[in-house]
């Protein structure tokens, strides 16, 4: 099993920058996919970036794509979400999940394991 805390979450002006990490605690770090995830208050949670255990792929859903940068390192089990060009929209709890097969990376099932989530709110 293994655990996952996200930081780095905030207030922050339209058109600013904040970079999340999650700390993976328990098995093996790299025997996982990564994802992040969003729900914004009265909305689905939804697929925001996932990466693969050795970051080699990344994707991105298209409403962050070109803004948002996610990465991983292995010997720190912990992966980031960078985030450029922040909008109200982006206004949302983001979640970090671990999964342990190699499947479809934009659905939740994929995960097996999520963190806590973690606050952002960008304000116009």
């Known amino acids: 099993q293994v655990q996952l805390v996200e930081s780095g979450g905030g207030l922050v002006q339209a058109g600013g920058s904040l970079r999340l990490s999650c700390a993976a605690s328990?098995?093996?770090?790299?025997?996982?996919?990564m994802g992040w995830f969003r729900q914004a208050v009265g909305k689905d949670r939804e697929f925001v970036a996932a990466?693969?255990?050795?970051?080699?792929?990344?994707f991105y859903s298209d409403s962050v794509k070109g803004r948002f940068t996610i990465s991983r390192d292995n010997p720190k089990n912990t992966v980031y979400l960078q985030m450029n060009v922040l909008k109200p929209e982006d206004t949302a709890v983001y979640y970090c999940?671990?999964?342990?097969?190699?499947?479809?990376?934009?659905?939740?099932?994929?995960?097996?394991?999520w963190g806590q989530g973690t606050q952002v709110t960008v304000s116009s």
């Open positions: 990466i693969t255990r050795n970051g080699g792929l990344t």
């Open positions: 999940a671990a999964g342990e097969r190699i499947s479809t990376l934009y659905l939740e099932r994929t995960y097996d394991y």
């Open positions: 328990g098995r093996t770090f790299s025997s996982y996919v």
